[in-house]
T-cell receptor, first 109, second 113 residues
Framework: SQQGEEDPQALSIQEGENATMNCSYK?????LQWYRQNSGRGLVHLIL?????REKHSGRLRVTLDTSKKSSSLLITASRAADTASYFC?????????FGKGNQVVVIP | DGGITQSPKYLFRKEGQNVTLSCEQN?????MYWYRQDPGQGLRLIYY???????QKGDIAEGYSVSREKKESFPLTVTSAQKNPTAFYLC????????????FGQGTRLTVV
């Protein structure tokens, strides 16, 4: 089954720095989405990029999608302590919403 | 307020007992999903439903059952056949169109005692 798979890394950065996370997937998709999860809570949608788009911005978020490499990246610019969370990519195809393992990001004030 | 509600937030179950987790949404969403989250495993899809009275198995459906009798409700039953049910369970919903976001409940933490 298709599934987003983030690089299995935990990021620890200083406030104000940028954070980059990557995601790869295996099959064709309609779109790729990024979600955020604070500890012990539900996921919150951040941004969606369609399969025919290459880059998308939303506030301090920048997402890229390379369908030829079946990969995506999420960049958070000028990070804040409140950005500390786990970040997941999810792929949509065949009516399924499939998630990867997530990246834990810690922003140190 | 519109949203998706899971209950209870914490649930304790004795071994050998079935337990049902509730998921209700008032967003008029067509699709609903159940995921299981274990530490370091990400979210794994248990069951999903696109329309009322229809649902499909996800990647880890064994030991679980669902029903979709109403558009607003998608309860998940964890049966005694599920060998390792202790986990964090998340319900989500979305419109049927593929290029739409999913909304999540706050989760139910199930512990087998």
């Amino acid at each position: 089954s298709q599934q987003g798979e983030e690089d299995p890394q935990a990021l620890s950065i200083q406030e104000g720095e940028n954070a980059t996370m990557n995601c790869s997937y295996k099959t064709s998709i309609n779109n790729l989405q990024w979600y955020r999860q604070n500890s012990g809570r539900g996921l919150v949608h951040l941004i969606l990029i369609r399969s025919n788009e290459r880059e998308k911005h939303s506030g301090r978020l920048r997402v890229t999608l390379d369908t030829s490499k079946k990969s995506s990246s999420l960049l958070i610019t000028a990070s804040r302590a409140a950005d500390t969370a786990s970040y997941f990519c999810a792929t949509v195809g065949n009516n399924r919403l499939a998630f990867g393992k997530g990246n834990q990001v810690v922003v140190i004030p | 307020d519109g949203g998706i509600t899971q209950s209870p937030k914490y649930l304790f179950r004795k071994e050998g007992q079935n337990v049902t987790l509730s998921c209700e949404q008032n967003l008029n969403h067509d699709a609903m999903y159940w995921y299981r989250q274990d530490p370091g495993q990400g979210l794994r899809l248990i069951y999903y439903s696109q329309i009322v009275n229809d649902f499909q198995k996800g990647d880890i459906a064994e030991g679980y059952s669902v029903s979709r009798e109403k558009k607003e409700s998608f309860p998940l039953t964890v049966t005694s056949a599920q060998k390792n049910p202790t986990a964090f369970y998340l319900c989500a919903s979305s419109f049927y169109e593929p290029n739409t976001e999913a909304f999540f409940g706050q989760g139910t933490r199930l512990t087998v005692v």
